[in-house]
């Protein structure tokens, strides 16, 4: 996947590209993140970035054509199909990990960060682009929420995780929130790990790790679980943990 980042702010990403995730994707060569910094598209020598909205009004907005000069330099890096293009925005819809996994098969993604108090609206519809919030809360620019989606992204393209680590399993995947997880040492401070997780029964403690999930789902997002048809299985586990948990 190649990843164009359009930003006024390439220094925030200085850092977040060499660790983690996305610095395996991009070592394994599955990942090719580009900053374009929007700044070097300005036609003036003071590079303006943003100007007065009109009508009035406190902020400043970002002005379109630098934007598109950014756009139309990640165009000719790799022409032939559009790049899936994304405003970061909290106007925009949430980002879920269904909809990571959809984003994380595309061979192209352009993202571009929102600044200042928004962005011209004509360069939406100009980039065909699709709006993109992380999350119900306002950001002071879009480069956090980049930085997100591409992390997001990043560990579901095909290769980039093991095989013993593979998404699938994941919280969210299901979707059921991930089971309680402990390492060395068995105790501390007179807490001890759970006694099953020791006895090296592989099929109690896959049982055990099902109950758990299913109890912090219900504990902690029972809206995950709302309308889902669950296993036969499934379902006596969580009768038993509604009886546990006397509720
Ligand atoms: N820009 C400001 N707030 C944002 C959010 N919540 N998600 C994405 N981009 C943003």
Redesign the pocket.
């Known amino acids: 996947m190649r990843f164009s980042i359009l930003t006024l702010n390439p220094g925030f990403f200085r850092g977040a590209l060499d660790e983690g995730m996305i610095r395996i994707a991009r070592e394994k060569g599955l990942l090719e993140v580009a900053l374009v910094p929007i700044r070097d598209f300005t036609d003036d020598r003071y590079g303006t970035t943003d100007d007065y909205p009109y009508g009035g009004g406190a902020g400043m907005v970002m002005k379109a054509q630098p934007i598109l000069r950014a756009y139309e330099s990640v165009r000719r890096e790799t022409p032939g199909k559009p790049p899936r293009t994304l405003v970061?925005?909290?106007q925009?819809r949430t980002l879920t990990q269904r909809w990571a996994r959809e984003l994380a098969e595309e061979p192209e993604i352009a993202v571009l960060c929102?600044r200042y108090k928004g962005i011209d609206e004509r360069v939406i519809p100009l980039l065909g682009a699709e709006e993109?919030?992380?999350?119900?809360?306002?950001?002071?620019?879009?480069e956090p929420?980049a930085i997100v989606i591409l992390d997001a992204l990043a560990r579901l393209i095909p290769g980039v995780l093991g095989d013993a680590e593979s998404a699938e399993a994941d919280s969210f995947s299901e979707p059921l929130l991930d089971a309680p997880v402990y390492t060395r040492p068995e105790d501390i401070e007179s807490r001890r790990v759970p006694d099953v997780l020791l006895s090296g029964d592989h099929e109690r403690i896959r049982i055990w790790r099902r109950r758990e999930a299913l109890r912090r789902t219900w504990l902690k997002r029972p809206d995950l679980l709302l309308g889902r048809k669950l296993s036969d299985e499934d379902q006596s586990l969580l009768d038993e943990i509604k009886k546990e948990e006397g509720r």
């Open positions: 970061t925005s909290p925009g929102g993109i919030s992380i999350g119900d809360y306002v950001l002071s620019g879009g929420a």
